[in-house]
């Protein structure tokens, strides 16, 4: 996992992942058929662990804001971790595909995708609980969200701090639409009993 997400999919060699396993290449395609096979899985584990702070933050935050806020400040503090390298590899691992590897950009499009899809959703939420205005566009304010990450994404990759990345958040945060508060109600005379 970590040499694609170091290297991307094409760069990585099969001397790079055979060595980073600790496996031959005749192992490494019994195990897993193909390079292309290895990389899916890689990606699968990849969303499961490291990348997998997003989904949670969708399914356990009680609001949109809270759930959207809180995936860009895990994903400030996640991108630039040392212990990996930087980026999102969701994002990095196909930045340099030729077209011979169109069909592994597009696999990454479609998870890409799904986690916009997802965004979407919680905000969606939000929209029909009454936190954001009803005229809000759920799937351009997803758009955008998923925009100011794949950003923070490269500036990661390009040596950004947590704490540089935390200030993008706080400014995109400002983006976000508030529903506006329902005027109060009226109040008819007092009937006397």
């Given at each position: ?16 992942l ?14 897993f ?5 290895l ?155």
């Amino acid at each position: 996992m970590h040499v694609f997400w170091e290297h991307g999919y094409e760069a990585a060699s099969i001397s790079d992942l055979t060595a980073a396993m600790g496996i031959t290449p005749p192992s490494l395609y019994t195990a897993f058929g193909d390079k292309e096979h290895l990389f899916l899985e890689a990606i699968e584990r990849y969303g499961k662990g490291p990348g997998g702070f997003g989904q949670r933050a969708l399914d356990e935050e009680p609001t949109a804001r809270r759930a959207i806020q809180r995936l860009l400040n895990e994903a400030a503090d996640e991108l630039t971790q040392d212990c990996h390298p930087l980026g999102c590899m969701m994002v990095m691992a196909a930045t340099n595909c030729s077209v011979a590897a169109e069909h592994i950009q597009t696999a990454l499009a479609k998870r890409r995708a799904l986690g916009v899809a997802n965004m979407q959703a919680r905000i969606q939420r939000g929209i029909d609980e009454g936190e954001l205005p009803r005229s809000t566009d759920a799937g351009a304010l997803a758009n955008f969200y998923a925009t100011v990450y794949q950003g923070m994404s490269m500036q990661a990759k390009d040596g950004a701090t947590r704490a540089s990345l935390l200030l993008s958040v706080e400014m995109a945060m400002r983006s976000w639409p508030v529903a506006s508060p329902e005027p109060a109600r009226k109040r008819g005379p007092r009937l006397h009993a």
